[in-house]
């Protein structure tokens, strides 16, 4: 791990917009500072398309986003960062470009213009060989073009502000120097002489040859490997360290990158070694290379450990039993996870693969290539982790060759003859293989089998298996103890802009592992007051239902739409089922038009709502003080309810916020839905405050131990000074009656509590502790 410069001792995550810019965002750091955020961590800030509300289209590497707030906003947030003894944390996308709008990008209209030989053509990842040294452009719809050797209706050259233009309906390309001489009446012509084609958005799939990022067809992977393209995309990012602007960067999808390790040490340099951190996702028992100069992870992994300790192992099977119930039987998520990547890697990433396979044919021309895209497939199919970093993770490739020959031995030749070439970290296609490897998983696991897989939905998270079902209090403390050992200024997380479900929504969706019972009575109840086609998905759409009440029509409508279509399997963005759909979006509709409906969601709510505010405050706490650097996503110190994106980038209440902190008031959560969440912001701003302004208390990691007939209702640990102690599966604890007689063994000293009123020493009645709410922060008296 590199030395930085400096490390935060938490952050707060913002995303920058045209609505929130980094103007508005300056003039909310003094609020973010009485809530203890050390820094703040901003979304995107490089020029990106016209429109865009996230951010990771850049068009430009050269300047602050003028719609973001430019130069000068950055400079005004820096400024006040800098009087509040702030840092500032920067969102990077080295791995791709926003293309959607050609003349927007002056790289990609250079390249159509001017094509292989274009002054940016080594800067994008194209195949020229391919395609007749053209670039495949997927944009004609199906009404118009009869095949990929008919004439493309719909086509004009109009005289554009750079020169003529060839126009599909609005979208706009450039004509190459000279290749438009009498043919001014002849827009196809012109057309067939340009270094790019367009061709039939279904091409897509199989036929295009530039890299993307995963399969959106807007967004141009870049050559960052290369010293001179490197320096071009971070001109700007430079200036900021250069002018003590910035101190951190979070790195958005290293997998993508030729050479992750490598990126790294060229950021450091350039950086001076400052605080990095990498967006990547960690499979169970997977380690991040201990050689990448990165302060570590963005922390799915911490919010994975969080989310399973506060699950109760008893619901598994019960749960298991409902989901093979309404699947018609047993769910093998191995297996639907092989199915869905292979799906993935024949579909919409095949242009990937038959790429790789180009590329190892040059070295096996005697291999078949249907045979070799048959091998290449079944590898990422199999593949158990998001890549490997040869020679770093050859054990995963070597895994996946293992058990690709088990499930098809009819490949087994082929295998042997790729197998020494796909091991090779200095080929190519190896290379390829390893960019290609994480784009498969995630679309096959994230956005696929994630919403096909309904158990317990708040295990179907970013950097999480949803078969792990539970993890028990040993085992949390054992991660965390490795986590302070080796990468103790990781970020940990429970909210991101990524996340399939908020922290709370996940939260209230976790106590349906102590109440099976009820949910199943529920749910069937649901399922036949209001039928839908595919009871599997029912059970997904209604878990997000609870989890997110009250919720408006609309972002549970937009909610069932994207996750049906993600899953795939009844209904997909390409050619939805509208008949699937309409009755999916009837259940919807239920929940706030039908009384009987209405009657059994409530009576759900009624057991679910109060434990959940407790799994929540359990989250909150544990997230803030376990080993690394704790983010706040924005507005979750409050309840956080959202939806996958982009519900979770929606307006934030900063100013109703800023009066709670102000007031200094809070109560206990009631069993209301819609509760204040005044507890939670309480106890954000108390754990932010102390690690901010009392490091020395966080320098270490200790279980602490319970004692009596409810110790597996409580977790505690030390960290050297601050003591968090934290209620889980709170359903059983309060069906046993409380705590009882059950007590925390302190370490020696005073302790008084910084959330409650609670202050003593030895063996602590945790009645008594937690008194006041599910969760404690003791402090150490000096």
């Not at 024949?346 to 048959?374: Q, T």
């Not at 929504?505 to 109840?525: D, H, Q």
């Not at 009624?606 to 544990?622: D, F, T, Y």
Request: glycine residues 8%; proline residues 6%.
């Amino acid at each position: 791990m590199a030395a930085t410069r400096r490390t935060p001792t938490s952050t707060y995550r913002l995303q920058i917009s045209a609505d929130l810019d980094l103007f508005e965002a300056a003039r909310l750091l003094p609020y973010l500072h009485d809530l203890g955020a050390d820094w703040v961590y901003l979304s995107p800030i490089l020029e990106a398309e016209p429109g865009s509300t996230h951010g990771y289209d850049v068009i430009r590497h050269d300047r602050v986003d003028p719609a973001r707030g430019g130069e000068e906003g950055l400079a005004a947030l820096s400024a006040e960062a800098r009087r509040l003894g702030m840092g500032v944390l920067v969102d990077i996308v080295p791995n791709h470009v926003g293309v959607a709008t050609p003349a927007e990008d002056p790289w990609w209209w250079d390249v159509l213009k001017h094509g292989r030989q274009a002054e940016h053509a080594p800067a994008f990842d194209i195949d020229w060989d391919a395609a007749g040294q053209r670039l495949r452009l997927p944009v004609v719809g199906d009404d118009d073009q009869a095949d990929d050797r008919a004439p493309i209706d719909h086509l004009s050259l109009v005289e554009g502000a750079d020169g003529l233009e060839l126009h599909y309906w609005d979208q706009a390309f450039p004509v190459a120097p000279g290749t438009a001489d009498g043919l001014h009446d002849d827009p196809q012509q012109v057309h067939d002489r340009q270094h790019y084609q367009l061709v039939s958005w279904h091409l897509a799939d199989d036929g295009l040859n530039y890299r993307r990022f995963f399969a959106v067809n807007t967004l141009a992977a870049v050559r960052v490997e290369e010293p001179e393209v490197f320096d071009d995309t971070h001109v700007e990012i430079r200036r900021w360290f250069d002018e003590g602007l910035v101190d951190g960067l979070r790195v958005d999808h290293p997998d993508g990158l030729r050479d992750p390790g490598g990126y790294l040490r060229d950021l450091a340099s350039l950086t001076g070694g400052a605080y990095v951190l990498v967006e990547k996702i960690l499979e169970p028992g997977e380690r991040l290379p201990s050689s990448w100069e990165t302060a570590g992870t963005t922390g799915y992994d911490a919010l994975a450990h969080i989310d399973r300790v506060l699950t109760d192992p008893a619901g598994q099977k019960p749960l298991d039993d409902l989901e093979a119930r309404l699947r018609g039987g047993p769910v093998d998520w191995a297996e639907m996870i092989h199915d869905t990547k292979r799906e993935v890697a024949d579909g919409i990433l095949n242009s990937e693969v038959r790429r790789i396979v180009r590329e190892l044919r040059r070295h096996l021309p005697v291999v078949h290539a249907f045979r070799a895209e048959d091998a290449v497939a079944e590898l990422f199919a199999c593949f158990g982790v998001y890549r490997s970093y040869l020679p770093e993770g050859r054990e995963h490739l070597e895994h996946a060759f293992t058990e690709a020959r088990r499930r098809r031995p009819d490949l087994a030749v082929t295998f042997d003859q790729l197998e020494p070439w796909l091991h090779d970290p200095d080929l190519a296609a190896a290379k390829r293989f390893q960019q290609t490897s994480g784009m498969v998983m995630a679309k096959g696991v994230e956005d696929c089998a994630f919403y096909r897989y309904s158990r317990l939905t708040s295990l179907n998270e970013v950097g999480g298996d949803p078969s792990v079902f539970a993890l028990d209090v040993t085992g949390f403390h054992e991660q965390l103890a490795e986590r302070q050992r080796d990468w103790p200024h990781a970020m940990t997380t429970l909210s991101t802009h990524d996340t399939k479900r908020g922290e709370d929504v996940r939260a209230r969706i976790t106590a349906l592992a102590e109440l099976p019972e009820a949910w199943e009575s529920a749910l069937e109840s649901l399922l036949s007051l209001v039928p839908v086609p595919d009871p599997g998905f029912g059970s997904l759409l209604w878990q997000a239902v609870l989890g997110a009440w009250p919720a408006d029509r609309d972002r549970l409508h937009g909610y069932a739409e994207k996750a049906m279509r993600e899953a795939g399997d009844r209904t997909t963005w390409t050619e939805p089922d509208s008949s699937y759909e309409e009755a999916v979006h009837a259940a919807v509709d239920a929940a706030f038009d039908s009384d009987e409906v209405r009657a059994v969601v409530d009576g759900l709510l009624e057991q679910v709502v109060l434990p959940g505010w407790s799994n929540a405050l359990a989250a909150k706490l544990l997230a803030l003080t376990i080993p690394g650097v704790p983010d706040v996503y924005q507005g979750s110190e409050l309840w956080e309810q959202s939806l996958v994106d982009p519900d979770n980038r929606r307006w934030v209440d900063f100013e109703a916020r800023r009066s709670i902190l102000g007031s200094g008031a809070w109560t206990a959560p009631t069993p209301a839905v819609d509760d204040a969440g005044t507890a939670k912001l309480h106890v954000t701003a108390t754990s932010l405050r102390l690690r901010r302004d009392r490091p020395e208390l966080f320098t270490s990691y200790d279980a602490v131990a319970a004692s009596g007939p409810a110790a597996d209702h409580v977790i505690a640990f030390d960290r050297g000074g601050a003591l968090a102690v934290a209620t889980r599966l709170p359903v059983g604890l309060a069906a046993r009656g409380g705590w009882d007689a059950t007590t925390l063994e302190l370490p020696p000293g005073r302790w008084t509590d910084a959330l409650g009123s609670w202050s003593g020493s030895g063996s602590a009645p945790l009645a008594e502790v937690l008194a006041d709410l599910p969760v404690a922060l003791l402090v150490k008296e000096s």
